[in-house]
Nanobody, 120 residues
Framework: QVQLVESGGGLVQAGGSLRLSCAAS????????MGWYRQAPGKQRELVAA?????MRNVTDSVKGRFTISRAKNTVYLQMNSLKPEDTAVYYC????????????????WGQGTLVTVSS
């Protein structure tokens, strides 16, 4: 089955940097969009950044100029610079419109989440 494996979360001081990585595994033909969402305690999950196979990027305003999303085939990265305490959240990798050997319909797949904590 298709799975997303995330890494890179941790504890960092305000102003510091982290790089999140997410690798898709399984019998995958193509993935159109890959990206990152985050969810803080008591808050709704929100899109942080995403990139399509064609290179189109969508980045939420609150992280523009600080976060950079990049992709290499079925691996997506999120470089997070100038981190703020309000960036503290569980970050989830997402893959959408996944074509695989496991079904005729496109899939949406979520990672298990990686915790990012920014101290002030």
């Amino acid at each position: 089955q298709v799975q997303l494996v995330e890494s890179g979360g941790g504890l960092v001081q305000a102003g510091g940097s982290l790089r999140l990585s997410c690798a898709a595994s399984g019998s995958i033909f193509t993935i159109d969009a890959m990206g990152w969402y985050r969810q803080a305690p008591g808050k709704q999950r929100e899109l942080v950044a995403a990139v399509t196979s064609g290179g189109m990027r969508n980045v939420t305003d609150s992280v523009k100029g600080r976060f950079t999303i990049s992709r290499a085939k079925n691996t997506v990265y999120l470089q997070m610079n100038s981190l703020k305490p309000e960036d503290t959240a569980v970050y989830y990798c997402n893959a959408d419109r996944v074509k695989s050997n496991y079904g005729s319909r496109d899939l949406e797949v979520w990672g298990q989440g990686t915790l990012v904590t920014v101290s002030s």
